[in-house]
């Protein structure tokens, strides 16, 4: 069996803007795709009205990348979810900061995957 490696990056920013956008929160999910060197698939997004947060998807070749927002704190959390070593996760989350005018409160790095049993 082949060795599958995945990286899942959990973030949180604070003092972001344009949490209620639903097509600029999705603009910011597709550019962060990009910057990762990601293969986007399709994107759906969930606005939850005027001033609410909106929640979204980027469904990935490779995985995904999601993002939840509450606008009323400038808070958003993010999911980063890709397979292999080439994709870039770090370019995508500066991605998605520097869009939202936000910083980088927490990060979390998990390594998923399985190894060839001996």
């Known amino acids: 069996m082949t060795p599958y490696e995945g990286r899942h990056l959990i973030a949180d920013l604070h003092g972001c803007a344009h949490l209620d ?37 980027v469904l990935l070749a490779e995985s995904h990348i999601s993002i939840h927002s509450w606008p009323e704190h400038g808070y958003a959390a993010v999911d980063i979810f890709l397979c292999g070593r080439r994709h870039d996760l770090d ?28």
């Open 21 to 57: 956008d639903v097509a600029y929160v999705e603009a910011a999910l597709i550019a962060a795709a990009q910057a990762a060197g990601a293969t986007v698939l399709e994107a759906r997004m969930h606005g939850f009205g005027p001033g609410q947060g909106v929640t979204g998807m």
């Open 91 to 118: 370019a995508a989350l500066a991605s998605i900061a520097a869009a939202l005018g936000g910083t980088v409160a927490q990060r979390t790095l998990i390594e998923r995957g399985y190894s060839a049993l001996a």
